[in-house]
């Protein structure tokens, strides 16, 4: 029972432009929600979360949008930079859980 | 991630071998995590800790064990490794898992099983 989906395993967007992706979820009980980036051969780094208190968290270039009546969490990069390419999960918890729940990733490609 | 470290980081085995994997960290959190990371399945848990000598099994424990003996050591052992078992697995620690305390991962141990 995949609890977190990223249905999308790839997007490419050019260089300047926003690049948004995705990510659902179904337990109710989350009320945290994270993304993480990762490059080749290196380990998944923290990129920014949201507290589902909010719907909007921005940091820099990348903003979290969380929609808690339609389970649906986005981030946003804008803009669009080639060193943005990489593989980004998406990550739910809840307050007393012991793990986080990943999604299966989507790859983005910063095409120049 | 200078404060875990995954050994080792690449290893070869045929199958119906055993293989450990090591994560040491030296943030003292008390969770701490095994992932592995498939194409099309991303990060799914197989075994976590919360605690010494506390561990619990996650969605793809099957044909996986672990110990922790020490905060700073979480071992994952294959106890006959098959090629279903080719993978990158990840370490990670948090010292909370709820709210905003997020997880921090190693580098990665590509296990390839022949």
């Known amino acids: 029972d995949q609890q977190v989906k990223q249905n999308s395993p790839s997007l490419s967007v050019q260089e300047g432009r926003i690049s948004i992706l995705n990510c659902d979820y179904t337990?109710?009980?989350?009320?945290?929600f994270l993304w993480y980036k990762k490059y080749p051969a290196e380990g998944p780094t923290f990129l920014i979360s949201i507290s589902s208190i909010k719907d909007k968290n921005e940091d820099g270039r990348f903003t979290v949008f969380l929609n808690k009546s339609a389970k649906h969490l986005s981030l946003h990069i804008v803009p669009s930079q080639p060193g943005d390419s990489a593989v980004y999960f998406c990550?739910?918890?809840?307050?007393?859980?012991?793990?986080?729940?990943f999604g299966q990733g989507t790859r983005l490609t910063i095409n120049p | 991630d200078a404060g875990i470290t995954q050994s080792p980081r690449h290893k070869v085995t045929e199958t119906g071998t055993p293989v450990t994997l090591r994560c040491h960290q030296t943030e003292n959190h008390r969770y701490m995590y095994w992932y592995r990371q498939d194409p099309g399945h991303g990060l799914r848990l197989i075994h976590y800790s919360y605690g010494v000598k506390d561990t619990d099994k996650g969605e793809v424990s099957d044909g996986y064990s672990v110990s922790r003996s020490k905060t700073e050591d979480f071992l994952l052992t294959l106890e006959s490794a098959t090629s279903s078992q080719t993978s990158v697995y990840f370490c990670a620690t948090t010292g909370n898992p709820s709210g905003a305390n997020v997880l921090t991962f190693g580098a990665g141990s590509r296990l390839t099983v022949l």
């Open positions: 990550a739910a918890t809840f307050q007393g859980a012991q793990k986080l729940v």
């Open positions: 337990n109710s009980m989350f009320d945290y």
